[in-house]
């Protein structure tokens, strides 16, 4: 079993190596743009926002503590917009076949910066559905907010538009995860291959085998296979192996 005692034989070893692990690397960058393009399929997301502020708010009373109010009913309109109530008529109105859950499971509701802005994203495999259920939901909202609330007022900032392009998955980041996994795996099977090799190539390969070296001969590279002799701690007998 081969052991490193010091940083530059390893960096050496890792520099040799190197067309293996670039090649492993780009074959796997390759195969993770590949599934990402051609396998898996794209998700679109479409997102829409509302202005939820106190129905008491004027120009004039508009203070801190207002302010403060209509944050807080940002988060409150969320969970009402996602009630069962809320998503059946979602359904009702687009005939959508999706189950509640996986209505549920499509949106995302949150507040903008910590703003009275509140921002209402959903995600599909169909660009012109992930629109249609977020302008019906956003259409749903007021009466809905009013109807649970008996306060606050609702206004549209911006409605849903259909998605050109896929939210996922990012082409960019799945090629280099899969690039840095060849890497990482190549370089590991190496330094493991090379931690299990026996084969003797130096006489410090020998000395860390515990065996002495009795003679070191330097021969000229054509003459292809060296045999090194060397003995044992007793010395009794001596054992050669060859070099390839």
């Known amino acids: 079993m081969h052991k490193w005692t010091d940083f530059p034989s390893l960096l050496w070893l890792l520099i040799r190596s190197s067309p293996i692990w ?5 074959l796997c960058a390759c195969a993770a743009y590949g599934f990402s393009a051609y396998v898996l399929t794209p998700s679109y997301t479409s997102s829409a926002t509302l202005y939820i502020y106190n129905s008491q708010d004027t120009a004039r009373e508009l203070n801190a503590g207002n302010v403060d109010t209509s944050r807080k009913l940002v988060d409150t309109c969320a969970v009402i ?85 896929p939210t996922s998955p990012d082409l960019a980041v799945n090629t280099i995860l899969g690039g840095l996994l060849g890497l990482g795996c190549s ?22 085998c515990g065996a002495p070296v009795l003679a070191e001969i330097p021969l000229p590279a054509c003459l292809g296979e060296v045999t090194i002799w060397y003995g044992v701690e007793n010395q009794s007998t001596l054992n050669k192996r060859r070099i390839c």
Do not use: Y
């Open 22 to 26: 670039l090649l492993c690397m780009f």
């Open 187 to 208: 370089i590991t099977a190496i330094l493991v291959w090379k931690a299990l090799d026996g084969h003797i190539r130096t006489a410090k390969d020998l000395e860390e």
């Open 81 to 165: 917009l996602q009630s069962d109530r809320t998503l059946e008529q979602v359904l009702r109105r687009t005939g959508g076949k999706q189950s509640l859950e996986e209505l549920r499971g499509m949106l995302t509701l949150d507040s903008v910066d910590h703003t009275e802005i509140l921002r209402i994203s959903v995600t599909s495999k169909d660009p012109q559905q992930a629109a249609l259920l977020c302008n019906t939901l956003v259409a749903c909202a007021p009466s809905e907010i009013l109807r649970v609330l008996q306060a606050g007022n609702v206004k549209v900032v911006d409605s849903a538009s259909v998605p050109e392009k």
